[in-house]
């Protein structure tokens, strides 16, 4: 186990986690402000009523704002497999990063290390399945854009963390390609296997914004060189994949 340091800033926003739920559940952030010490102090106000477990800053420094036995603050309006109450399941781990509306970058080598250690530690003590580590936009697709295209979801994977889709994929893109208007028994059977595997989407049939929605967001997860909203045989391959993994 890798020497982890961590370094202990509490904040006030928890509560108790209710008993009959069980940590099996990380989800992954980006901060979305300026630096770490802008992102620590709004963790750790009040006012703010927002909290995570840990943050990990740009240069790999980890600090733990809540206790594990305690739920944090961090999911919001989410939904994963059915469940809404994703705080009382999760531990949520925030990642210095200026995000999509001021300066988005690429996470630093330091700050992975980091963060694969910390997930390492975490695991010793939750038993947590690859499928449910997950990113925020995973659990709330229709408002939440983090950890975003640039976090190293493959990465993860590559150090045993993580889904990542393994086989070798379909290069054409177009052949099914379903977008946002299309109607049909196609659609359904997309927004089925989506919901199987987690996002929260209805089988309407319907090619609405909201199964674009999540279509972004399986996409900034698991094709993050192509985030279009269209669901093409490149991603029905990667979604495929991932629910033999999971089954
Ligand atoms: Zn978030």
């Known amino acids: 186990m890798p020497d982890l340091k961590l370094t202990q800033h509490w904040s006030p926003s928890f509560d108790i986690r209710p008993s009959h739920f069980a940590v099996d559940m990380l989800v992954l952030h980006y901060t979305g402000m300026r630096d770490a010490a802008t992102a620590l102090e709004r963790l750790c106000d009040p006012k703010s009523k927002v909290s995570s477990h840990y943050l990990i800053d ?12 305690h739920r944090a ?14 705080n009382s399941l999760s531990i949520g781990i925030e990642l ?7 300066n988005y970058t690429v996470f630093p080598e330091g700050q992975m290390i980091a963060l ?3 997930i390492a530690d975490i695991r010793t003590r939750h038993l947590i399945p690859d499928h449910r580590i997950l990113g925020h936009s995973d659990v709330a697709p229709f408002r939440k854009r983090d950890p975003g295209e640039l976090f190293d979801w493959h990465r993860l994977a590559s150090k045993g963390i993580g889904l990542w889709p393994i086989r070798k994929h379909a290069m054409d893109t177009n052949k099914t390609a379903l977008k946002l208007g299309a109607e049909s028994t196609q659609v359904a059977e997309v927004q089925r296997c989506l919901a ?6 209805e089988k309407t049939g319907r090619y609405d914004t909201d199964t674009e929605k999540v279509v972004i967001a399986f996409q ?6 192509q985030i279009d909203g269209i669901f093409d045989q490149v991603c029905a391959d990667k979604l495929l994949d991932l629910l033999n993994q999971i089954e």
């Not at 603050?73 to 994703?86: F, L, N, V």
């Not at 210095?96 to 001021?102: C, F």
């Open 58 to 69: 740009e240069h790999g420094t980890s600090y733990q704002l809540v206790q594990e036995s």
């Open 73 to 86: 603050w961090h999911a919001g309006d989410s939904h994963w497999s059915g469940e809404k109450d994703i």
């Open 96 to 102: 210095v990063n200026p995000g999509h509306e001021l």
């Open 116 to 118: 694969e250690n910390l």
């Open 196 to 201: 199987v595997f987690g996002y929260q989407l």
């Open 220 to 225: 900034r997860h698991f094709r993050p060189n």
